[in-house]
């Protein structure tokens, strides 16, 4: 017990003896002891109970308690209580401190920032550039977003709560020539965090270097097309000094050659936003791509081919036949003499997975992230050295995103890696009659 409440304490209880032995001396000479300490009693008590009524009165007004002087268990009690109350304006003033200089940095952010409420997706709060962007005023408080933002389609948006995806290059309610990128966060269990950042400036620059590999790229054609005509002319036995250098350099013009047609085919893919859905028969897909395999690896590995699904796919045929073709090259590129290379194509669900499995190098965990994007090598030696380009996975990343599907990689150093490539249902339908299921086959190419 802190010295001072001690002092408050055994002063209030000397008072309270000092009242009482008064009482019993008064009643002592006037002949009524009991009578005079009973009056003295109540009104010592009645008198306490004053006390306390103010103290209750002042605090359920929200009185600000003054700074008092003087010693009891009262005065105490006010000491205490004025103290509780400064340090209480204080948090409060540091806590409004915070308030402000947070909805300061929130106004000064260039993305507009929305708290909605998950249960009502209700505007709760929002910042400065929601109002350029997102075209949200004052009144907006307490209303359903997804009305205010129309004509956006926000309601099943929100909807997919923490699995939505990030909805890219939607047109800002408030200018359509804005281009918005709009992210769901989960930051409590009450409510939504909704950032929208203007892409405008950078999807402009996406597309004109879009443009400018498509035009470099198409411009390099005829050019590596004259070099590599002018190359095939030169008969390596008419100049047998020369014949190194020229296998060399119609090497090097055909990998030129290949370069300039994946840029093509990733700027054609890139400008397409949806392909036509053709019946894609997998059975002979899957013959043509161990075909390609065989002819790739030259008989120098096991390659394994499993077809369990017994059923075909929607898609264009074109484009996946080129990604599937683009993962199983790469298995034969980066397995070593003897491995084995394993296609495998299954139900998953009410779905389907196309599967490349090798026993290769495989892909440092560091590296997995990066994979598909353009001109990114893991090995810059061993690619160079294969003849990739670095834009295959990049091209296989696009073909899925036109079908709906998705690309998951596993891998282990020394121990191979494996591509799946996942299509939901309304990417299967029934095999054809026409198309029968071959039966899973291995052939050894040694």
Known sequence: MPLHFRSAWFKTLGQLVAVLAAAVLLGWLLGHVWLVLTVAALGVVAWHYWRLRKVLLRLTARQRIQSVHGEGVWNELDRLLYRGQSEMRTRKRHLLDLLRAYRAAADALPDAVVVVDRNTQRVQWFNKAATTLLGLQRSSLGTSLGDRLQPLPLSHWLAAGRNAEPMLDAASPVDP???????????????????????????????MRQDFV?????????PLTVVHGYLDMLDPTDFPDWAPILSEMQKQSQRMTQLVEDLLTLSRLEAQDSLPDESVAMAPMLATLKREAEALSQRRHNLVVQDEAGFDLWGSNKELHSAFSNLVSNAVRYTPVGGTITLRFAREGDGAVLSVRDTGYGIPQAHLPR??????????????????????????????????????????VGQGSLFSIHFNADRVHPREPDSTPRPSSQSQIA
């Open 177 to 207: 020539e804005l281009r918005l990128n709009l992210r769901l966060i989960s930051y409590s269990d009450e409510y939504w965090l909704l950032v929208a950042r203007d892409v405008s400036k950078m999807l402009r620059l996406e597309q």
């Open 214 to 222: 498509a035009n470099v790229s198409h411009e390099l054609r005829t």
């Open 371 to 412: 994979i598909t994007e353009r001109f990114y090598r893991v090995s810059t030696s061993r690619s160079r050295e294969s003849g990739g380009t670095g834009l295959g996975l990049s091209i296989v990343k696009h073909v899925l995103n036109l079908h709906q599907a998705r690309l998951e990689v596993e891998s282990e």
